[in-house]
């Protein structure tokens, strides 16, 4: 079984003031592309590109990150 992750971005970046995924991306130092493909789900960011995205909303990672059972 293969975990599913699930992400929070679109939701913190809309109580984030509705930034962009522009604005994101800047913060974190990637592409506005790679932030879509993170936040549909499509990528998968490295450890540290995931606290880094976790820091700029201000939250833990958890808080941004989820990983449920597989099926």
Do not use: H, W
């Not at 962009?20 to 540290?48: C, N, W």
């Amino acid at each position: 079984m293969r975990p599913k992750i699930t992400n929070q971005i679109r939701r913190l970046r809309f109580e984030a003031g509705e930034m962009t995924q522009k604005d994101l991306a800047e913060k974190v130092g990637v592409t506005r592309q790679t932030i879509m493909a993170i936040e549909g789900a499509k990528y998968f960011p490295s450890l540290e590109l995931a606290f880094l995205i976790a820091r700029a909303f201000g939250q833990p990672l958890d808080a941004v990150f989820q990983c449920e059972e597989g099926t």
